[in-house]
C-alpha cells in the first residue's frame, strides 16, 4: 500500500509530465498549422480566410498559453514543496484564469470568420471560470490557514 506522503509527489510528476506534454503538443501545433491548413483548403466550404484566421488565432493565443503551461508548473512546484494556502498560489491562479479569458477573447474575435471556434471560446471560459472559482477558494483559505497555524 502506498504511503500518503508518496501520493501527492507522483500525482504532480504526472501533472509535470502533461505539462510538458502540452507544450510540445502547442510547439508541434506551431509547426504543423501550416500543412493542416493546406488539407483544410482542400474542404469545399475552406476559404483563404479561414486559413489566415486560424493561424492568426493560433499564434495569438501561443502567448497565453504557454505563460499558462509555464505558471501551471511553477503552481505545481509550490504544491510540491507543501505551499498549498500561500498568497503566490493566489497570483498564479490570477494568471492562469487571465490567460484563459485571453485566449476566450482571442477566438472570440476569430468567430466572426470561423464559426467553429466558438467550441474554443466557450472551452476557454468555462476554464477561466472553473479557475476564478477556484481561486476564491484559495484567497479565503488563506487566513484561515494562517489562523490554524497560530493555534498549533
Same mark, same amino acid.
Given at each position: 500500500?502506498? =504511503?500518503?506522503?508518496?501520493?501527492?509527489?507522483?500525482?504532480?510528476?504526472?501533472?509535470?509530465?502533461? &505539462?510538458?506534454?502540452?507544450?510540445?503538443?502547442?510547439?508541434?501545433?506551431?509547426?504543423?498549422?501550416?500543412?493542416?491548413?493546406?488539407?483544410?483548403? =482542400?474542404?469545399?466550404?475552406?476559404?483563404?480566410?479561414?486559413?489566415?484566421?486560424?493561424?492568426?488565432?493560433?499564434?495569438?493565443?501561443?502567448?497565453?498559453?504557454?505563460?499558462?503551461?509555464?505558471? %501551471?508548473?511553477?503552481?505545481?512546484? =509550490?504544491?510540491?514543496?507543501?505551499?498549498?494556502?500561500?498568497?503566490?498560489?493566489?497570483?498564479?491562479?490570477?494568471?492562469?484564469?487571465?490567460?484563459?479569458?485571453?485566449?476566450?477573447?482571442?477566438?472570440?474575435?476569430?468567430?466572426?470568420?470561423?464559426?467553429?471556434?466558438?467550441?474554443?471560446?466557450?472551452?476557454?471560459?468555462? %476554464?477561466?471560470?472553473?479557475? =476564478?472559482?477556484?481561486?476564491?477558494?484559495?484567497?479565503?483559505? &488563506?487566513? %484561515?490557514?494562517?489562523?490554524?497555524?497560530?493555534?498549533?
Amino acid at each position: 500500500m502506498n =504511503r500518503p506522503e508518496t501520493v501527492p509527489v507522483r500525482s504532480i510528476l504526472l501533472s509535470k509530465a502533461m &505539462i510538458l506534454l502540452f507544450a510540445l503538443a502547442l510547439a508541434a501545433l506551431d509547426v504543423g498549422i501550416w500543412p493542416l491548413t493546406k488539407l483544410f483548403q =482542400r474542404l469545399p466550404f475552406w476559404s483563404s480566410n479561414h486559413t489566415l484566421t486560424l493561424i492568426i488565432c493560433l499564434y495569438l493565443c501561443n502567448l497565453p498559453g504557454f505563460a499558462l503551461l509555464a505558471t %501551471m508548473w511553477q503552481l505545481l512546484t =509550490r504544491l510540491g514543496q507543501r505551499a498549498v494556502f500561500v498568497p503566490e498560489n493566489v497570483k498564479s491562479l490570477t494568471v492562469i484564469q487571465f490567460c484563459c479569458f485571453t485566449a476566450c477573447l482571442i477566438c472570440l474575435g476569430g468567430t466572426f470568420v470561423l464559426p467553429t471556434l466558438f467550441i474554443l471560446v466557450l472551452a476557454t471560459a468555462f %476554464m477561466g471560470l472553473v479557475v =476564478r472559482i477556484v481561486r476564491q477558494v484559495f484567497r479565503q483559505a &488563506i487566513p %484561515m490557514q494562517d489562523e490554524l497555524d497560530l493555534t498549533v
